[in-house]
């Protein structure tokens, strides 16, 4: 595996794991899930790493399975980069619904786009060409936008609409609206970047 795969699935590990162990301290989970979410600083980079590796042997057979690995793979760090501000703007305002968590899933959703562009580009594209970095770039924006009514439209609908189901607290349902709006989201992004934005 080369160095650069080897240190971005490592970040992309470690500061995942350090955000997702904030998330599950704000949400109050119980004690036992906490005393185990510790270990995901270590074990959460090892996963990804492995997987990194893993994608990497396959793709000699099926050459876009490690692409696919390594955006699916950047997806992973922008969640957690979503979920961490979604969740900090509903623990400073306290507020897990309404207008409010529209506004906060949108900007936190916002950040994670800025994120994806970077890593996408660089990382998993492997796009270095700058040339058109400004068509680009909007490209991207479109199609992120497009992304972003998507995953903002069903996060919407099951936290404002639907509503916590399943006896789920407020703020652990504003998570699942997120979390399942994020499955949508990734599907039309990684498609829309590999055949508009970073074809080659």
């Known amino acids: 595996m080369r160095k650069k795969d080897l240190l971005a699935s490592f970040i992309i590990g470690e500061v995942s794991a350090l955000i997702f162990l904030g998330i599950f301290r704000f949400l109050e989970f119980p004690e036992l899930v906490l005393k185990l979410a510790n270990f995901l600083p270590l074990v959460l980079p090892l996963l990804v790493i492995s997987a990194t590796y893993i994608a990497q042997i396959l793709s000699k057979k099926i050459p876009v399975l490690f692409q696919a690995a390594r955006s699916f793979l950047v997806g992973i760090l922008n969640t957690s980069i979503d979920f961490g501000i979604l969740n900090l703007l509903m623990g400073i305002f306290g507020k897990a619904a309404g207008w409010q968590y529209s506004f906060f ?32 770039f909007l490209q991207f924006c479109l199609i992120a936008g497009i992304g972003f009514l998507i995953h903002l439209g069903i996060a ?30 990734f599907s039309w992004n990684f498609l829309g970047y590999k055949f508009i934005v970073f074809k080659k």
Not at 115 to 129: I, L, T
Not at 161 to 171: A, C, N, T, Y
């Open 105 to 136: 899933k949108g900007f936190s959703f916002f950040c994670a786009t800025i994120n994806s562009y970077f890593w996408n580009k660089f990382w998993a594209f492997e796009k270095k060409e700058m040339e058109e970095a400004g068509k680009e």
């Open 156 to 185: 919407t609908l099951l936290v404002n609409v639907i509503g916590p189901q399943f006896g789920l607290s407020e703020k652990i349902w504003a998570n699942v609206g997120a979390l399942i709006a994020v499955f949508f989201g």
